[in-house]
């Protein structure tokens, strides 16, 4: 089987190896070279959480495959003209594969992953104290309540870039499980809106499509659950 990567360096300063047929499934590196040589281990693991809650899963005729590098692309910033600067926007990965419209089953997938994902979210954090959620660990950017924040506002950009949101950001509930769902509650909605939509927007110097949005909201939600496993292990 082929395994197609699309691969995004300097990406909050490391590589990060997108494996791109299936959403949620991603390796970071160093460099380019980790970041892939880390894929087999990631597309593993990806495929025992996929098959732990469908015993029939998509995952089922893995087998022995190859990974292949279709696209390489390398961060940048810009400023308000567009013009490449050190600080400034950052403009992430668009890869062809992002052109791509969603199918049904693309869009049945993805919501599972979503689903998935934000069950173990709620679990890893439903124990925890107040006083834990807050507490802020010396070299990080956020708390536990931070990261839980970060990941409803990054959702409701990733619908804004579409045009999508519903509503401004300052707009959202301030209790972060309550904004959590709000937002998630939104995407939920949008995502059947999205199969075989071909839309394809310039928003700040970068491109976004329905495939780019589901590729971004898997992997940001499955990162951030391991950022928080950590958190808690450290406190």
Known sequence: MRIKIGVENNYEGRSLA???DYPGCFAYGADG???ILRVPEALLRYKEWI???LPDSWMKDLGDFDIHLEETFDVFTVNEN????ESGYEVNAWFRHDWRTLSAEDIRRASRILHWSREDLLELVASLSPAQLDCKLEGER???AGVLGHIANAEHWYLDRL???EGKRSDLPVDVFERLHRVRQRLNVVLPELEELR????VDGEFWSPRKLVRRATEHEIDHID???KLIANQ
């Open 82 to 85: 567009y013009e490449l600067v």
């Open 163 to 165: 045009g999508m949101a």
């Open 18 to 20: 997108w494996v791109l």
């Open 33 to 35: 070279s980790e970041a």
């Open 142 to 144: 956020w708390s536990i």
């Open 227 to 229: 950022h928080i496993f």
């Open 199 to 202: 839309k394809v927007v310039g």
């Open 51 to 53: 098959d732990s809650h």
